[in-house]
């Protein structure tokens, strides 16, 4: 059997589709119709996410992983090559990236998108937003000092997962020019990754291929 990925677009599944085509990892995909509420359906809740969120990663043995960023540290497991070497201070700065994708970033993209789950008083709401922006300037800035001034990549000239992941996150911003400006390695990276043929692929699957 092979991985199947539950995708939808502009989901974080575009992050592990590019690296199970990148890692040449056999999969499969499957996309679920948020607009019919598809990912809401007792059989979706019931199999797939408990929650009804999207993406979703059924391993080869039928088990069904949640968590883009788990995802994202499995599939490089699977590939060696989209990651640092195991026991190295460049693999614990992976494990940082991603995690701090996951655990800093996404969490603050949820106050700006998803702010009525968080703030129940809809008159602040718009305060919750502006300040939620304000925050993901500096959580973008501690990945912007951590670039270097010339090399595309987190490690260098070569990808890791944690690139990959980092510039779907990028994509996500509200504001693209104001990322740009105030993050131009940010902004290199994310371009870089989005040269890649196997990102390519998953962006016109996902419907956001620019040409």
Aim: proline fraction near 7%.
């Amino acid at each position: 059997m092979s991985h199947i990925l539950y995708w939808s677009p502009k989901a974080g599944s575009l992050a592990p589709l590019c690296l199970l085509i990148e890692g040449g990892i056999p999969h499969e995909t499957v996309r679920v119709n948020t607009a019919a509420r598809e990912h809401k359906s007792t059989a979706y809740l019931r199999d797939v996410h408990p929650l009804g969120t999207i993406p979703a990663l059924r391993l080869p043995d039928g088990t069904v992983m949640l968590e883009s960023g788990a995802m994202v540290l499995h599939l490089a497991e699977l590939a060696p090559s989209l990651a640092p070497a195991a026991g190295t201070t460049e693999r614990a700065l992976f494990l940082q990236w991603v995690t701090y994708g996951a655990g800093t970033l996404y969490p603050t993209y949820l106050r700006i998108y998803h702010t009525d789950d968080v703030v129940p008083l809809e008159a602040a709401r718009d305060g919750a937003r502006a300040a939620a922006l304000e925050a993901l300037d500096r959580r973008w800035q501690v990945v912007e000092d951590a670039l270097g001034p010339e090399r595309p990549y987190l490690f260098g000239d070569d990808v890791s997962a944690a690139d990959v992941y980092l510039a779907m996150l990028a994509l996500w911003h509200p504001e693209a020019e104001r990322l740009t400006a105030a993050c131009p390695k940010v902004a290199r990276m994310k371009d870089a990754v989005w040269r890649m043929p196997s990102m390519r692929q998953a962006l016109a699957l996902h419907g956001l291929d620019r040409g």
